[in-house]
Antibody, heavy 124, light 108 residues
Framework: QVQLQESGPGLMKPSETLSLTCTVS????????WSWIRQSAGKGLEWIGR???????RYNPSLKSRVTMSVDTAKNQFSLKLTTVTAADTAVYYC??????????????????WGQGTTVIVSS | DIQMTQSPSSLSASVGDRVTITCRAS??????LNWYQQKPGKPPKLLIY???SLQTGVASRFSGSGSGTDFTLTISSLQPEDFATYYC??????????FGQGTKVEIK
């Protein structure tokens, strides 16, 4: 079955650019939406954005000015860049697959496969 | 922006109890509402999509209902493995897949 694995720096300094990659295994990256979600310690889930394999993106308005997502279909990977990080960006970052699920002949999107998450700490 | 409000933020229940969690949207999201379960140190797991459709492989004691702005997740008979945090998430707006703040289900 499809599995996702995040990779990233772990520890960063304020003002640096965070770069994370999600590798998709057990299936093709093509034809799906792929999302990034983060979770601060003891806090809830924050959707960062999503990318389709065509490169079409949607970002959370609160993060849009700092976020860029990209996809590499040849490597079966998609990536997240978050510029000018601060301590507030310290979180577990998850990647996830979005699929269209059917009900009464309509499609409804949900995140059905998630990576295990990678912890990013921003500290001077 | 569409805001999602869950209640309660936490609850204590015993094995075998019927548990109900509520999620309210700040505007109508029709039935574009998903429910996830998260256990400590693990990623979320999809339970319910389109407000009331059970994801493949999820136990039938989980059910969802609602439409418009008010939604409910029900666990008909709480099992030991159900102690976790539950999140609702709207998929109505392409510009913000907002999650509720979560409901932690603890052992009484």
């Amino acid at each position: 079955q499809v599995q996702l694995q995040e990779s990233g720096p772990g520890l960063m300094k304020p003002s640096e650019t965070l770069s994370l990659t999600c590798t998709v295994s057990g299936g093709s990256i093509s034809g799906y939406y792929w999302s990034w979600i983060r979770q601060s310690a003891g806090k809830g889930l924050e959707w960062i954005g999503r990318i389709y394999t065509s490169g079409n993106t949607r970002y959370n308005p609160s993060l849009k000015s700092r976020v860029t997502m990209s996809v590499d279909t040849a490597k079966n990977q998609f990536s997240l860049k978050l510029t000018t990080v601060t301590a507030a960006d310290t979180a577990v970052y998850y990647c996830a697959r979005e699929v269209p699920l059917t009900r009464d002949n309509y499609y409804y999107y949900a995140m059905d496969v998630w990576g295990q998450g990678t912890t990013v700490i921003v500290s001077s | 922006d569409i805001q999602m409000t869950q209640s309660p933020s936490s609850l204590s229940a015993s094995v075998g109890d019927r548990v109900t969690i509520t999620c309210r949207a700040s505007q109508s999201i029709i039935i574009y509402l998903n429910w996830y379960q998260q256990k400590p140190g693990k990623p979320p797991k999809l339970l319910i999509y389109a407000a009331s459709s059970l994801q493949t492989g999820v136990a039938s004691r989980f059910s969802g209902s609602g439409s418009g702005t008010d939604f409910t997740l029900t666990i008909s008979s709480l099992q030991p493995e159900d102690f976790a945090t539950y999140y609702c998430q709207q998929s109505y707006s392409n510009y913000g897949y907002i999650f509720g703040q979560g409901t932690k289900v603890e052992i009484k």
